[in-house]
């Protein structure tokens, strides 16, 4: 019968009688076979130590050793108890050891939100580096439309989320990471590529152009609510994702709207960038998180490590 069975078997032993210190001075006196040995590694006397195993064995109901002028050793029923004496300290120590890692945020899930550029390009490269730093906290992207980003977070379905500028209502806190102008994305030969640095909203009313989702309609909508209807921007086409406006900007069908960020996806297809003026627009990308929900340690390490670690990204792109 096992040392827990006991346990549970012996209604006037409880667990809670013996303490964690009395079984830790047990063990050290089984391995050094000397109460003076095992209380220098204690760092206690040796008369504390004694005491110690004098409490355990009057709380157990057996003798744990057999002492002679020279040494100490196990008696038989020391000899049984040892293994699961072993076993609980070797597991009491495994759960110190993962509290010391939740605690300086060493271990835990992450998983955090983002559209398909920033969760197909920057955050791997994030997710690496993190890796080499904390290789016991393990980091999940979610790819989720940026009209939905505040939502996974408010809903608790991601710890937090990364992405353009939105609403958040009072759930979620959204702090600026950096900013990201609206930009035009079109292929060298485009008529607008040739001619000039900038272009203006107004010149775009007659161009063809295929937007990616909510997003750029909302962002669109919102700048040119008050413009006269002939000058109101009208994409040719909407798509769900980015990447396929980008191919078909790439082949010269249309020209794509999307913040400066997108680079990463853009110019491996050869388009090139033309900022949209009259007026400028400036897209803030933000980490969200709950605003009434502490992050757990391993999110919040996550997140004031991709804090810096994105600004620096995005200078680079």
């Not at 346990?7 to 050290?28: C, G, K, S, V, Y």
């Not at 980091?139 to 609403?167: E, N, Q, S």
Request: hydrophobic share 50%; with cysteine; net charge positive.
């Amino acid at each position: 019968m096992g040392f827990y069975q006991v346990l549970l078997d012996n209604a006037a032993m409880p667990l809670t009688r013996f303490t964690l210190r009395q079984i830790e001075a047990f063990n050290a006196v089984a391995e050094a076979h000397s109460f003076t040995v095992a209380a220098s590694r204690l760092g206690l006397t040796a008369q504390a130590v004694s005491q110690l195993v004098a409490e355990l064995e009057g709380i157990l109901g057996f003798r744990l050793f057999d002492r002679t002028t020279r040494k100490v050793v196990l008696s038989s029923a020391g000899r049984d108890f040892l293994a699961s004496a072993t076993t609980l300290l070797r597991h009491v120590r495994a759960a110190d050891s993962a509290a010391d890692d939740v605690r300086n945020r060493a271990s835990g899930l992450v998983r955090v939100g983002a559209p398909l550029v920033l969760a197909s390009t920057a955050l791997p490269m994030a997710m690496r580096e993190y890796q080499a730093l904390k290789p016991k906290v393990v980091v999940r992207v979610r790819d989720v439309p940026v009209h939905h980003l505040v939502d996974r977070v408010a809903d608790g379905d991601v710890d937090l989320a990364i992405g353009p500028d939105r609403f958040t209502g009072t759930a979620v806190q959204a702090t600026p990471l950096f900013d990201s102008a609206w930009v035009l994305w079109c292929v060298p030969s485009h008529p607008l590529a040739r001619s000039r640095r900038a272009v203006r909203w107004a010149e775009l009313a007659t161009v063809p152009i295929v937007s990616a989702g909510r997003d750029h309609e909302h962002n669109v909508a919102q700048m040119h609510q008050d413009m006269p209807e002939g000058q109101r921007v009208t994409p040719v086409d909407v798509v769900d994702n980015i990447s396929t406006a980008l191919g078909i900007a790439a082949q010269g069908l249309a020209v794509t709207l999307a913040p400066a960020y997108v680079a990463v996806l853009a110019k491996p297809l050869g388009l090139v960038m033309k900022r949209v003026v009259e007026p400028e627009s400036v897209r803030k990308v933000c980490l969200y998180t709950p605003a009434a929900k502490a992050l757990s340690p391993a999110a919040a390490g996550f997140a004031d490590f991709m804090s810096g670690w994105i600004q620096r990204w995005a200078k680079g792109i």
